[in-house]
């Protein structure tokens, strides 16, 4: 099912950043609710490339986005995985960098997009709200870091053990609470797992023969979640 946008009203926003809302006066919330504009991409669709330049900061209402990189050699590294009401694409303008990566909608969703020159004016005018933009900013880099050690020290298995546990914090189960409530292709965990496809498909072969998870397709089912973690701990 296609995704409307025009089925959201802009103070879906403003709930959707509570802790941004909330330090904005009467008059920038106005001119906030004024400005936003709200989107709707396709499944695969590019919400900015990589190289184009910073104009809007982001706000995932609905649907799944994945933020990643390509090599010279035409394979994409996923650096980030967007969960709704997450903000994103903004550090760039902030460093005077073009976009490094590409966004791309896992599903189709809704994005919220707010002009990067209202925020940086926001940033200006309101100490609070500059700050509460800080502690956003922290919050990603700290999660980006624990992410890239993680990846870089633990062996195959612990690195997909680690991912499937993340695409279950990120994104939750479904009703039987037990399958992840994101279909995920075998190169997009391969690339969020730092390793090839060929190696993650051969790693979820085999925790399926262990009886860790199940898989139709791309949908992936947890069946021994503890012993899913312990490996994720061993590494």
């Not at 303008?93 to 976009?99: K, S």
């Not at 709200?129 to 633990?154: H, S």
Request: aromatic share 8%.
């Amino acid at each position: 099912m296609v995704i409307n946008s025009h089925d959201y009203d802009k103070l879906d926003l403003a709930r959707a950043i509570t802790p941004m809302w909330d330090v904005l006066t009467a008059d920038e919330r106005t001119l906030l609710l004024q400005r936003i504009q709200i989107n709707s991409y396709q499944k695969n669709e590019v919400l900015h490339g990589e190289g184009e330049e910073p104009k809007f900061m982001m706000c995932l209402l609905q649907g799944k986005v994945k933020v990643y990189r390509s090599s010279e050699q035409g394979k994409n590294a996923i650096m980030r995985v967007i969960k709704p009401t997450e903000l994103f694409s903004y550090r760039a303008y902030f460093a005077g960098e073009r976009y490094r990566t590409v966004a791309a909608a896992f599903e189709d969703c809704v994005v919220a997009a707010i002009p990067l020159s209202l925020i940086e004016r926001f940033v200006d005018e309101n100490p609070r709200f500059g700050k509460q933009l800080i502690v956003d900013l922290c919050v990603d880099l700290g999660q980006a870091d624990n992410r890239t050690v993680v990846m870089t020290q633990k062996h195959v298995r612990g690195r997909m053990a680690e991912t499937l546990l993340f695409l279950e914090e990120t994104y939750g189960l479904e009703e039987d609470q037990h399958t992840l409530s994101v279909y995920i292709s075998r190169e997009d965990i391969a690339s969020m797992s730092n390793m090839t496809t060929a190696n993650a498909i051969r790693t979820l072969s085999a925790f399926v023969e262990d009886h860790i998870i199940t898989t139709d397709g791309r949908k992936i089912k947890i069946i021994d979640e503890e012993k899913l973690r312990e490996t994720s701990r061993n590494g």
